[in-house]
């Protein structure tokens, strides 16, 4: 041990630096690191938890969090900061509300609340899956199988530098943020395009999407089975004031424009991709946002060089 005022070793005096406050060299103030505790684990805390309040604390995060203020104690720390970090997504809840629905039900909210930890919270996969996993037997009494997205990663655009998170839908790769590069044409809060500034939004190995790629994505969305499927392409949040419950079913994560029940996306052919409460479709409009999504048909080789794959040689000849 030093004396943060003198700065001498104190080593030699040991045990009797248990018993002062003073550093016996100098008479300065000594500051003691307390000894570390032993840790315990987040299913020992919901053990206590539980039999404080019962199992209605995974449905209610404003009385979980209350619980977890009442233990105090040094050995339950880290346990107690993990589970508010899980109430600020309010996955307990999510994950109680679906208690008696199917697998497929409950494997779709364990995949949002995956998603909810890695891409918003910037948790990495493997504590992410651990937490899930303690609630899932907790909750469920069984656990299922969580995978990791290998699509779901990060775009650096080589103009600005700036970064996008990215999610993988099926055999696509979108971004999942709003484009945000400086061009003519642009809104003044950065995020709107008018039809004249498409010329400038392309991206070595990233491009507009056309309307085949958002009839495909729709087309999954119908799949889910759900009768509002624009429910499935919107984030968990920003949709409150509205008539729907947001399911982020794939992490699109589609956020509404300026307090309206609507956001549209540009496609390549002027027109808009539009996600409003109840429908998907293909529209007009003067502005719109982008999203970028990753270009098959090219490799991305370095910032400046792109190369284009070959086209796939036709199976027969034009009949003329």
């Known amino acids: ?12 005096f040991g045990e009797l630096l248990d018993k002062i406050q003073n550093c016996p060299l100098c008479g300065g103030q000594l500051i003691k690191t307390p000894p570390k505790v032993a840790q315990k684990g987040i299913s020992e805390l919901l053990n206590i938890l539980v039999n404080n309040a019962g199992e209605k604390i995974y449905l209610y995060d404003d009385l979980l969090k209350s619980e977890l203020e009442k233990i105090d104690s040094p050995e339950f720390e880290n346990a107690r900061d993990k589970l508010l970090l899980l109430t600020i997504k309010h996955i307990p809840s999510s994950m109680y509300k679906v208690k008696d629905f199917s697998i497929s039900e409950k494997q779709e909210v364990l995949e949002t609340c995956s998603t909810r930890l890695m891409q918003d919270l910037g948790l990495q996969f493997e ?10 037997e907790r909750i469920w009494q069984k656990k299922l199988p969580l995978s990791q997205n290998s699509g779901d990663g990060i775009f650096k655009d080589p103009r600005d530098g700036r970064a996008y998170k990215t999610v993988k839908i099926g055999d696509q790769v979108w971004m999942k943020e709003e484009l945000k590069y400086k061009c003519p044409f ?17 991206v070595p190995g990233w491009r507009l999407p056309t309307k085949d790629d958002v009839t495909k994505l729709m087309a ?4 889910t089975g759900y009768g509002d499927t624009s429910s499935t392409l919107m984030s968990l949040k920003g949709w409150e004031k509205f008539s729907v419950t947001p399911i982020d079913k794939f992490g699109f994560g589609a956020q509404p424009f300026k307090g309206c029940n609507y956001v549209r996306y540009w496609l390549k052919d002027g027109n808009v991709f ?47």
């Open 1 to 12: 041990m030093f004396c943060n005022n003198c700065h001498q070793d104190l080593k030699d």
């Open 127 to 136: 504590p992410s899956a651990e937490m899930l996993n303690i609630l899932q």
């Open 186 to 202: 642009q809104n003044e809060d950065g995020l709107m395009y008018s039809k004249k500034a498409l010329r400038y939004l392309n």
């Open 220 to 223: 999954m969305a119908k799949q």
């Open 274 to 320: 539009q996600i409003s409460i109840g429908s998907l479709g293909i529209a007009t409009a003067f502005e719109a946002y982008v999203r970028l999504i990753k270009d098959d048909n090219v490799e991305e080789t370095s910032k400046s060089k792109t190369v284009k794959k070959p086209a796939a040689k036709k199976a027969a000849a034009c009949k003329r």
